[in-house]
Each structure stands twice: as structure tokens, then as C-alpha cells.
């Protein structure tokens, strides 16, 4: 009971910034995703709001735990207008995160969009770092019930520091915030970025640039 209660208190608070969200406002009550229409615009078509219908707003399974099995050590359940059509227009939007012990959210940023975490379990190290030239690196370790906001378009990051499994949920303010990993972007983009620019970037031997290369 009491990690619903934080749930409630948590998407009730971030509720209150929807009218500072990164996009549009709606002009209409609402405008379900219509996913096969061909209609190409900034954001979703809409669906006749004569067919829509309750699971439209509706989203199940996010109580589930995601497997963690991977390199980084956690997993990701997305809530954004792909999997939920009636966010369009709305400017908010859900995501789960699963971390095993000493696993990681790696640096990453959104671009449309500023998050909110709430830690449900366990301990997690968070931190972003601030805009060029400063790079300031601001970090802080939290427990179950802490809250911590990354400010939009800013390289953040999570650590799980504790022995058990972590459990976090974090609202963003767009239906469609977008994720940008760094270190696949930069090493796993395609066509590459030539290995010239990372080694020079970088400062490091070309040997080191192709293995990342060749791992992501």
C-alpha cells in the first residue's frame, strides 16, 4: 500500500507542471493516436473521437518487474504515446525502470523533454551534468521515496548502489521525450562517425575507437 500511495503522491505532483510542458497544448479534450493513418505532421494524427474507447487511456502491466539480464543491468518499460495513443497532445508520458544490483541507466539525455524519478526500491546514485563550458557534474544518492528532477536536454544517468534489485518511475514532459545514449550514439551511429574525429575528440589511440566501434 504504502509504494502506491508514493505512486499517487508522485503523478499527482508532476500533474501540477503539465502546463509548463515542452509540448503544445491540446485544443480539444483530447486526441487519441490514430497509428495507421498516413498523415505526416509534429506529433500523432488523431483518431474520430466518435471511435475512441476507454483502453485508448489505458496502460497495463507496469507493476511487472522487467528483466535485467543485460550488460548495463537494468530495462527500460516505456508508457509514451506508442504504447499509450491517448497521450497525444498531452505533453506527458511514463516509463518504468528496473535495475539489478550495480546496474545502470547510462549517460543519456532527452531532447524533448525534463524527467521527474521517484525511487519505488532500493538506492540509486543519479546525477546529470550541466551545459558546456562548466560541465558541472551535480549527483546525489537516493533512497526509497526521494524524487529527483534532470533538467531537459541534460546528460544524466542512474546507478543502483544498493545489494537488492531498485525500482524507480519517472515522468517526462512530453508524449514523446526521445532518448539519445551517448555512448551508442557516438559509437554506434550509422554510417560511423569517422574514427579520425573520435580519436582526435577523444584523445585516445585508434585502436581503443575501433574496439568501441566494433561493440556497438
Known sequence: MGTYNIIFGFLLSFSLSVATASDHSPLQDFCVADPESRVLLNGLACKDPKTVKANDFSFG????????SNPIGSSVTPVTVSQLPGLNTL???LVRIDYAP???????THPRASEILTILEGSLEVGFVTSSPENRH??????KGDVFVFPIGLVHYQRNVGTCNA????????????VVIIASAVFGSRPSIGSEILVKALQVDQGVVNYLQSIF
Open 102 to 108: 550495480s546496474g545502470i541507466n547510462p549517460p543519456h
Open 167 to 178: 525500482v524507480a518511475i519517472a515522468a517526462l514532459s512530453s508524449q514523446n521525450p526521445g
Open 61 to 68: 502491466g507496469l507493476h511487472l518487474a522487467a528483466n535485467t
Open 91 to 93: 505533453g506527458i508520458s
Open 138 to 143: 551535480i549527483t546525489k544518492v537516493l533512497q
